[in-house]
Structure formats: structure tokens, C-alpha cells
């Protein structure tokens, strides 16, 4: 009798195992078909489209690529990517962390109105925002610069605020009071002992800025124009010429190249997500 349930248990786990595995090959089969896409000739990847090895392996899409278009090398527009991406990391990571800290920790007049506000914004659709936000931005004069994707993101975002709030939540107050007995003031206590306790929340934070400002393609169609301030999102998508002819494996090639940051940063900082999701802190 036990070697039939063994047996059982072990043929469930096999089937598991096999539909896990399946699904999985179905989620990534995307990225590895636009993979195996930018090694193909731009007929072979119509022609051959349910073939993932390529018949022939052509490297020239990178190099094609990466030339970029208008005189203008990809290379730019990575580093164009890069600084408003990593700007917008800092300025929201810098901003959500003091508010939070503020709602979280420090009694402030009508603090549960403007905490109850902060949350409603979160209910406001980006298009509901899109032509004020455009006006105000071209009265500023801001239009055709990387300030309107930056400068935002030093006024905090309702989600990531929250997201600390709960966490800061699970530390102990004990941890503030033993402070101010020490003679430590609220800017002492944030930057010396709550700064450092929210490490993972803040490295979350930064993961999903990271993830949503490099792959934001409407807001940098909006407000640039220049191609010389294209961002990659931006620039692949001009690869696709409808009154010409498109290079679709250099288009594929590029599209794989600005993966590679959004890859490296999960696999570098992975196993702070859930610790950052996670709204226990520490146990008193």
C-alpha cells in the first residue's frame, strides 16, 4: 500500500512538474522568439517565424542596431534612457521615503485628510492628468527636455509612499522613543535608524520606478521631440518606417539589447522584493 502512494506521489509530482514547466515555456516563448527573431535575416523572421534556431545566424542586425537612425548612434538613446531613469529612481525614492516617514511617524494637523488625499490620487487615471499636465509643463517652457519625466518624480508617488508607510508601520515606536531619550531629533532618528531599517522597501521601490520609467513609451512621445532626446522605448519604435522599408531584425536586436538592464537589476536585486513587499518590519 505505501509503495502505491509513493508511487502516486511520485506521479503527481512528475505531472506538476511537466505543466509547470510548460506554462513557463509559454510565458517566456515571446522573448525567446524577438531573441531569436534578431538573428534572422528580416525575410527569414516572417517566413520562418515558428522556427526559434535560425537558419542563418546574422550578427549584422546588432551592429545595423546599433547605428541607431538620423545620424544619431543607439548609444544615445541609452544614455538618454539611463539619466531620466535613474534621476526619477533617486528624486522618488528621496521623496516617498520622507513622506512616508511623515505620515508614518509624525502627528501633523489633519493628517488623515492629506493622507486620505495622497490615496485618492491613486484612483486618478494617467489620462485625466495628461493635458493639464501638458499645459502646465509647456507654459513652464519644459516641453522638448527631460524635466517633465524627472522633476515629477521628486514629489513622491501615492503607491510607493504607502508602500513604506506599511512597512515603516511594523517598526516599533520603542525604536523612536529610545532616540529622542538619546538626545536625537526627528531628521536624526530618520536618516540614522529608519533610513537604514528600510533598505529593502527602498530597494523595491527602486526596482519598480526603474522597471515602469524605462519602459514608459507614451510620456517621452509626449513631451520630446527632438531625436536627439529620444529615449530607447522611443527609438526602437522608430525603427518601424510604414512608408519605408523597416529593418525588422535590427529593430528585434535593439528591442533584446534594452532587456539587458531591466534583466540585470532583477537578478541583482531579487531577493529584496519580497522582503519589500512584505509589510511585517520587525517583530517586537
Same mark, same amino acid.
Given at each position: 500500500m505505501s509503495g502505491a502512494?509513493?508511487?502516486?506521489?511520485?506521479?503527481?509530482?512528475?505531472?506538476?512538474?511537466?505543466?509547470?514547466?510548460?506554462?513557463?515555456?509559454?510565458?517566456?516563448?515571446?522573448?525567446?522568439?524577438?531573441?531569436s527573431s534578431s538573428f534572422k535575416d528580416t525575410a527569414d523572421i516572417f517566413v520562418n517565424s515558428h522556427?526559434?534556431?535560425?537558419?542563418?545566424?546574422?550578427?549584422?542586425?546588432?551592429?545595423?542596431?546599433?547605428k541607431g537612425f538620423a545620424g544619431i548612434s543607439f548609444a544615445v538613446f541609452f544614455k538618454n534612457s539611463f539619466i531620466i531613469t535613474i534621476l526619477s529612481v533617486i528624486g522618488t525614492v528621496i521623496s516617498s521615503t520622507m513622506v512616508a516617514y511623515g505620515f508614518?511617524?509624525?502627528?501633523?494637523?489633519?493628517a488623515p485628510f492629506w493622507f486620505g488625499c495622497m490615496m485618492l490620487t491613486m484612483m486618478l487615471p494617467g489620462e485625466v492628468l495628461m493635458i493639464p499636465q501638458y499645459i502646465f509643463?509647456?507654459?513652464?517652457?519644459?516641453?522638448n527636455t527631460f524635466l517633465p519625466l524627472i522633476v515629477p518624480a521628486f514629489f513622491g508617488g501615492a503607491f510607493f509612499i504607502f508602500l513604506i508607510i506599511q512597512f515603516l508601520r511594523?517598526?516599533?515606536? &520603542?525604536?523612536? &522613543?529610545?532616540?529622542?531619550?538619546?538626545?536625537?531629533g526627528k531628521y536624526q532618528i530618520f536618516f540614522r535608524i529608519m533610513v537604514?531599517?528600510?533598505?529593502?522597501?527602498i530597494i523595491t521601490v527602486s526596482i519598480f520606478k526603474f522597471y515602469w520609467t524605462w519602459d514608459d513609451f507614451f510620456s517621452p512621445l509626449l513631451y520630446l521631440n527632438s531625436p536627439k532626446l529620444a529615449t530607447v522605448s522611443l527609438a526602437i519604435?522608430?525603427?518601424?518606417?510604414?512608408?519605408?522599408?523597416?529593418?525588422?531584425?535590427?529593430?528585434?536586436?535593439m528591442s533584446t539589447l534594452s532587456l539587458l538592464p531591466v534583466f540585470a537589476v532583477f537578478f541583482i536585486f531579487q531577493k529584496y522584493i519580497v522582503e519589500g513587499i512584505s509589510t511585517t518590519g520587525l517583530k517586537g
Open positions: 502512494v509513493k508511487t502516486f506521489k511520485n506521479s503527481k509530482s512528475v505531472i506538476v512538474h511537466v505543466l509547470v514547466t510548460a506554462f513557463a515555456f509559454v510565458m517566456v516563448y515571446p522573448l525567446l522568439w524577438m531573441l522556427q526559434l534556431i535560425p537558419s542563418k545566424w546574422n550578427f549584422d542586425n546588432y551592429v545595423n542596431g546599433f508614518a511617524r509624525i502627528r501633523f494637523k489633519w509643463f509647456h507654459k513652464m517652457g519644459w516641453i511594523g517598526i516599533p515606536r &520603542e525604536l523612536d &522613543e529610545s532616540a529622542y531619550i538619546d538626545g536625537c537604514p531599517l528600510l533598505v529593502p522597501p519604435k522608430n525603427f518601424s518606417d510604414p512608408t519605408m522599408k523597416t529593418d525588422w531584425g535590427a529593430m528585434f536586436a
